[in-house]
């Protein structure tokens, strides 16, 4: 043996380098982040059970204005999202409900689809508007330009042409879902929450439970919503608390320590936006004195090839989003079709141990490893030039935007 191998080491170092006291730094990691997912897993569960055993009967007639969009998904329409509506209605009595239906351009089933809701919600009596508008993306193209909503697409096959911009086109459709409520107001006739319904697989529990979220104080509530569990969806609309994107698109999702720990205790998360699959908000954002209204950012901002969801910027719009917040209910999840939804509605806790264990340190490592920074710096500085260009310009949905252009073509849309 060599003379310097002997030499004395100072002994708390030599023990750690030890190669047994290193196994057991290890195990004792192993063990607490095991008895963490189990702390959290038993959390979830109890949080789960509590909504399960919610009253769902409800206390007073809660009024509600549906709003939804359609575009070929006569699927789901016909195997859940109907019954959905019209279980909805039955519950909360056709005199508190309307129903506001939109849709446009479907070249498959819907509309035939929505003709059957259409007589279904006859029998019940209850107030609704069913909109089918036959103008196709193809037709919307090769209409006149309009002044606003359209952009000049820089690269690519269309390059130097006009193309409307997606946002903007959604936005229209949104509001125009909206015009009922404002009528109605005009008359006299009110309601309690806007409930957004997208193409989702949903129960009445669920939307009961979503109306209820944070004891009914929010400026708005979201559900999670599931196409390819364990995967969340929608993650243009979703930003944490701070503002950023996800961390990872499995459970516990966030970089926000804010959000992350609701999400960890099963309660509704806070967040600085979020539109997964049913979303409620108070009638009187849309109806006080500063209506809102869903819209896209400036063509002129949009541009510098920036864009951002109207289901975000419309939080960001909402002064109550500050005063009352936004929240996500991990306990409602919906699903864009019936596998998904099953999948993420098991009985007792619909996440399980390892998901749990594995999801918090995928999320503890992305954390860590990745940042928001370049991202979010390359949007920061593309605003800041173009509020350079011209005066009062402004966006406050700033943390809304992504590096993307995306425009509406013959087939659906693209991002370019
Ligand atoms: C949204 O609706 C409002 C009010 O109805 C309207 O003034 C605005 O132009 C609409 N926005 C878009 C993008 O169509
Ligand atoms: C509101 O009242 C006016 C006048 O009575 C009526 O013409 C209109 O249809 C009503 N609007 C709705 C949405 O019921």
Not at 16 to 41: C, D, H, N, P
Not at 285 to 303: M, N, Q
């Amino acid at each position: 043996m060599k003379a310097s191998l002997l030499r004395p080491r100072p002994r708390l170092l030599r023990q750690l380098l030890s190669r047994s006291a290193l196994r057991k730094l290890f195990v004792l990691l192993l063990v607490w982040s095991i008895v963490e997912a189990q702390l959290v897993y038993y959390r979830i569960a109890r949080a789960q059970r509590e909504f399960e055993t919610q009253d769902t009967a409800l206390q007073k007639p809660t009024r509600v204005f549906i709003a939804s969009l359609h575009w070929n998904n006569a699927n789901i329409l016909r195997s859940d999202w109907n019954k959905g509506v019209v279980d909805l209605v039955k519950t909360f009595g056709p005199e508190n409900v309307f129903v506001s239906v939109y849709e446009s351009g479907s070249w498959d089933d819907s509309k035939d689809a929505l003709r059957e809701l259409d007589r279904e919600l006859d029998k019940t009596g209850v107030g609704k508007k069913i909109t089918m508008d036959d103008i196709t993306h193809e037709e919307l193209i090769k209409s006149t330009p309009n002044k606003e909503g359209w952009i000049t697409v820089p690269s690519g096959e269309l390059a130097g042409k006009m193309a409307p911009r997606r946002i903007p086109y959604l936005s229209r459709l949104r509001n125009l879902t909206l015009q009922p409520l404002l009528e109605l107001a005009k008359n006299g006739t009110t309601f309690d929450y806007v409930l957004f319904l997208g193409d989702v697989v949903f129960d009445v529990s669920d939307v009961i439970g979503l109306l209820n979220t944070n004891d009914g104080h929010y400026a708005a509530a979201c559900s999670l919503d599931f196409s390819k569990p364990p995967l969340y969806y929608d993650t243009f609309a979703l930003r944490d608390a701070k503002g950023h994107e996800h961390a990872t698109q499995t459970w516990p999702y966030f970089r926000s320590s804010k959000s992350r720990n609701a999400m960890l205790n099963g309660l509704p998360v806070p967040v600085a936006s979020c539109w997964n699959g049913i979303v409620a908000m108070p009638t009187s954002a849309f109806t006080g004195i500063k209506p809102l209204t869903f819209r896209g950012v400036d063509d002129t901002l949009a541009e510098s090839h920036l864009e951002g969801s109207e289901c975000c910027l419309i939080h960001a719009d909402n002064p109550a989003s500050r005063t009352r917040g936004v929240f996500l209910n991990p306990n409602v999840r919906v699903g864009y079709n019936r596998a998904a939804y099953e999948k993420v509605h098991t009985p007792g806790s619909w996440l399980s141990l390892p998901q749990i264990y594995f999801g918090l340190w995928k999320n503890r490592i992305a954390r860590r490893v990745t940042t928001p920074w370049l991202k979010e710096n390359t949007v920061a500085r593309r605003i800041r030039k173009w509020q350079q260009q011209g005066n009062d310009r402004e966006e406050p949905g700033w943390f809304c935007l992504i590096n993307e252009m995306q425009i509406i073509v013959y087939n659906g849309w693209k991002h370019l």
